[in-house]
């Protein structure tokens, strides 16, 4: 019996539509295909940044024991960091800040990889992209100025995956120009289509 444990952040839970809808509930399902006894635990947690999963990975019992278990694990960490940098400059995204925050999450996903492979070095690591969701509402205008910061951090999240041997979950290609009908009625989380999409970069990767 094999055990897939879906690591991040509100992606990972399924905000804005469930568990049951949530993209680890559905990848799971597609690879039951194949592994009818596969279990799934997800570990999804709504506003989960870099640092807060590297705090998980290091005292959480239940999760080390679920990364040691795993023969498949999935991530999707890194809007929230960018999400408190917003927070904290009301859309004028100061330069300094900015690369404060990316040296941080560089830093951090190092450690998260480490952790990982020490832990288990031989379980499937998938590591999903960002999407941008800004065309999709009303904050379109600033949809560029935040692709650009979407595509430093998706560079890194590649870096990250080749260094600890983990594929990468394109989730930006899937969601670039079909926003409208990805992105649900909050224009940040994905709808029912999107959690889809987002279980088929996973399948992919």
């Given at each position: ?190 709808n029912v289509i999107g959690y889809q999409r987002i279980a088929r970069a996973f399948s992919r990767a």
């Amino acid at each position: 019996m094999s055990l897939y444990l879906a690591l991040g952040d509100s992606i990972t839970a399924g905000y804005g539509v469930g568990t049951t809808f949530s993209f680890p509930s559905i990848y799971a399902q597609f690879l039951r295909r194949h592994e009818p006894n596969l279990l799934l635990r997800n570990f999804g947690v709504n506003g989960l940044t870099t640092g807060g999963l590297l705090v998980l990975l290091r005292q959480n019992a239940a999760v080390r024991r679920y990364v040691c278990q795993a023969s498949l694990i999935t991530i999707t960490v890194g809007s929230n960091d960018l999400l408190q940098l917003l927070r904290n400059s009301s859309w004028s995204f100061n330069p300094a800040q900015l690369s404060l925050t990316l040296v941080s999450m560089e830093k951090t996903v190092s450690q998260i990889g480490e952790e990982i492979r020490k832990i288990n070095p031989k379980a499937i690591l998938k590591i999903g992209t960002l999407y941008n969701p800004l065309p999709a509402g009303p904050y379109a205008r600033f949809s560029s100025q935040a692709q650009q910061i979407i595509d430093q951090v998706n560079m890194m999240i590649v870096a990250w995956a080749n260094r600890y041997g983990g594929n990468v979950a394109n989730i930006n290609r899937e969601f670039r120009g079909k926003e409208q009908q990805l992105i649900g009625p909050d224009f940040a989380h994905p709808n029912v289509i999107g959690y889809q999409r987002i279980a088929r970069a996973f399948s992919r990767a």
